[in-house]
C-alpha cells in the first residue's frame, strides 16, 4: 500500500471582525440567503425530480425557503438502491488508495475554495452561529475524512501470523449490499459521515438527511462530486422518513443502518430489521448514536467559575442542540450560589437571534415541532421547578426560545430525566457531605449514557467518580464541558438508551463497514493424505 499522507486536526477559524475568513464568509451568506436551491433524487447519474415538495427554511427565518427537495417516494428510494448497488462491484474493486484520494481531497476542497460555502449552508439552513457552524461543517468534518483514511489504513495494517511454508492475510472487504445512512439536522460532520465512513471501506450507500439539514446536505455531495466520487456510491433520498425506511428495511441486499438521532426512531428501525431478518442475504449491522440526557457534577473542591462557564457554554451553545449538550447540573450547597450568579449573568449578556448577525450567541430552534416540545418543558419548569433566567420564547419571526436555567428540589424530576434537545438547563442542589449518594444519582437517574463531566480539584474525589459513572457515559470528561469531542482525540459515542457506542472519529467505528476475509496460502501443498503418528515404524 502507498504511503498516506499524515492525518492532522483542521484549524479553526476565530472570524474576528476585519478578517478575510469573516468577509468571505458574509459574503456567502448573502449569496445562499438570495437563493433557493432545487434538490433532487439522486440515483447514479439521474436526478429525479418527483414533484412531492419539501421547503426547507431557516430556523431564525421561519418563512424565508432556502431549497425545495423533491420528495423520494417507493419507487424512487428503490430507484436510489438499485443504482448504487449497480456501481457496488466496481467500487469495491477500486483500490483503498483510489478511494482514500477522493476523500483528501474532498478535505482540502472544504479546508480551502468550499469553506465559507459550506459553512453558510449550515448557518442557514440549521441557525448555527459562525463559530458552531466552523468547529462542525468545516473543522469536524474535514478531520473525519482525513482521520478515516488514516484509521482505515492502520486496519489494514492489522494482519495474522504466516508460520514457515504458508502466507497468512487477512482482507478488508466491505459489506455484501448497501448501507442505509439516516443522518440528524444537528451536525453537518455526523450527516457527511455517516454515508462516508462507510464508502470509504468500499461500501455504497443510500443517503436519508434530515429534512432540516438538506441545504448543507446537497452542498456537501457537490463538493464530493468535484472531489470524484463516482455517480451511484451515494445516492440521496430525501423524505421524511417512513417511506424511504420502508423501502430499504425490505430489502433483502441491505447490509448495514448508520444512523444518529433519536432512541425512538433507532428502536422502530431495529424493529424493523428485526422483523425482515429472514429475507437478507446477510445479517445487517445496526450502528447508531441516538439520545442524551446529560451531566455536569461539581465537587464541593471545584472551582465554581469553571463550573459555570461549562453550564454556559455546554449548556446553551447551538440552542442546546447537541445530543452531548449538558442539561442536567449537580452542584454541592456550598458553590451553588456563585455558580448560580455567574450562569445568570452569562445568561443576561448573551445575544440570540439572526446567525449571520456574528454579535449573536444563540440562534433559533430547528423547527415547529422542536419550538412546541422545548415550550412544554418551559412550561413544566412554570408549573413545577423555579426558573431562575429566560422561560421565554417566540416564534414571530423564528423558531427562538430563550436560554433557560432550572432549579429542582426533586433529583428524579422530569427535568431532571428526560432529553429535551434544547436550551433549558436544570440543576439540582446536593448537601456538600452527599458526595457519595450524588454519584449514584448521576449514575441512575436517567435510562442514557452518552456525556458527562466531573467537575473537583479534590483527586480522591475525581477517582471516586471515575469508578461510580463508569457506565453513565461514553465520553467522560473531567474539569471540562461535555461538548466538543475531536475527531482522532475523543472517540464519540455513548451506551445504554444513548446508541451501540461505536465510536465515531475512531479505528472502533470502521470495523463495523468491514467484512474481513482471512486467506491462507500454502505454499508447498501435501502430497500424501497419512499423517506420522499412522506409521508403525519406530
Not at 400 to 414: G, S, W, Y
Not at 461 to 486: H, W
Amino acid at each position: 500500500m502507498s504511503s498516506l499522507p499524515a492525518p492532522y486536526n483542521e484549524h479553526v477559524d476565530t472570524h474576528e471582525p476585519g478578517s478575510p475568513a469573516r468577509a468571505r464568509l458574509a459574503e456567502a451568506l448573502a449569496t445562499l440567503s438570495k437563493e433557493v436551491a432545487e434538490i433532487p433524487v439522486v440515483a447514479g447519474p439521474a436526478e429525479l425530480r418527483t414533484g412531492s415538495i419539501l421547503e426547507v427554511t431557516m430556523p431564525h427565518r421561519r418563512r424565508h425557503v432556502i431549497a425545495r427537495a423533491h420528495e423520494a417516494g417507493a419507487k424512487e428510494t428503490q430507484a436510489a438502491i438499485d443504482a448504487a448497488l449497480a456501481v457496488a462491484p466496481a467500487w469495491a474493486e477500486t483500490p483503498f488508495e483510489e478511494r482514500a484520494a477522493i476523500f483528501l481531497r474532498a478535505a482540502d476542497l472544504l479546508s480551502g475554495p468550499w469553506r465559507a460555502r459550506i459553512s453558510a449552508a449550515c448557518m442557514l439552513g440549521q441557525s448555527k452561529t459562525a463559530h458552531q457552524s466552523e468547529i462542525d461543517a468545516v473543522a469536524e468534518m474535514a478531520d473525519f475524512f482525513r482521520w478515516n483514511v488514516h484509521f482505515y489504513a492502520e486496519l489494514q495494517k492489522h494482519q495474522p501470523v504466516s508460520p514457515k511454508g504458508m502466507w497468512n492475510r487477512l482482507e478488508m472487504r466491505p459489506l455484501e449490499g448497501f448501507v442505509f445512512a439516516v443522518t440528524p439536522f444537528n451536525f453537518l460532520a455526523i450527516a457527511a459521515n455517516l454515508p462516508c465512513a462507510p464508502i470509504l471501506g468500499g461500501n455504497v450507500c443510500v443517503w436519508k438527511p434530515a429534512t432540516s439539514s438538506l441545504l448543507g446536505c446537497w452542498h456537501v455531495l457537490e463538493m464530493l462530486r468535484e472531489a470524484g466520487l463516482p455517480d451511484g456510491v451515494l445516492t440521496l433520498v430525501p423524505g421524511h422518513g417512513p417511506t424511504q425506511s420502508e423501502v430499504a428495511l425490505a430489502s433483502p441486499h441491505l447490509a448495514a443502518i448508520h444512523f444518529t438521532g433519536s432512541t425512538g426512531t433507532f428502536k422502530h428501525l431495529w424493529k424493523g430489521v428485526a422483523a425482515n431478518l429472514d429475507r437478507y442475504r446477510t445479517f445487517p449491522r445496526l450502528v447508531g448514536e441516538t439520545g442524551g440526557k446529560d451531566f455536569i457534577v461539581a465537587h464541593p473542591s471545584a472551582d465554581p467559575i469553571a463550573v459555570a462557564t461549562a453550564i454556559s457554554r455546554g449548556g446553551y451553545e447551538y440552542q442546546g442542540q447537541k445530543c452531548s449538550a449538558a442539561s442536567r447540573i449537580y452542584v454541592p450547597r456550598s458553590l451553588w450560589p456563585t455558580v448560580r450568579d455567574r450562569v445568570v449573568s452569562d445568561l443576561a449578556s448573551m445575544k440570540m437571534g439572526d446567525v449571520a448577525d456574528f454579535s449573536n450567541f444563540v440562534g433559533a430552534v430547528i423547527d415547529d415541532r422542536a419550538f412546541a416540545r422545548i415550550r412544554g418543558y418551559q412550561e413544566l419548569a412554570r408549573q413545577s421547578a423555579t426558573i431562575l433566567a429566560g422561560g421565554g420564547a417566540s416564534d414571530a419571526e423564528g423558531w427562538f426560545v430563550q436560554p433557560t436555567l432550572v432549579q429542582v428540589e426533586d433529583p428524579k424530576h422530569r427535568l431532571m430525566s428526560e432529553e429535551i434537545f434544547g436550551p433549558v438547563v436544570t440543576c439540582f442542589v446536593y448537601d456538600d457531605a452527599k458526595w457519595s449518594d450524588t454519584l449514584e444519582l448521576v449514575d441512575g437517574t436517567s435510562p442514557y449514557a452518552l456525556t458527562g463531566a466531573v467537575f473537583a480539584r479534590d483527586s480522591i474525589a475525581l477517582a471516586e467518580a471515575d469508578v461510580a459513572l463508569r457506565n453513565a457515559a461514553g465520553n467522560f470528561y473531567v474539569n471540562d464541558k461535555p461538548t466538543g469531542a475531536v475527531v482522532g482525540q475523543q472517540p464519540f459515542g455513548g451506551a445504554r438508551a444513548s446508541g451501540t457506542n461505536d465510536k465515531a472519529g475512531s479505528m472502533f467505528n470502521l470495523v463495523r463497514w468491514i467484512s474481513p476475509r482471512t486467506v491462507k496460502e500454502t505454499f508447498v501443498p501435501p502430497t500424501d493424505w497419512r499423517y506420522p503418528f499412522l506409521s508403525d515404524r519406530p
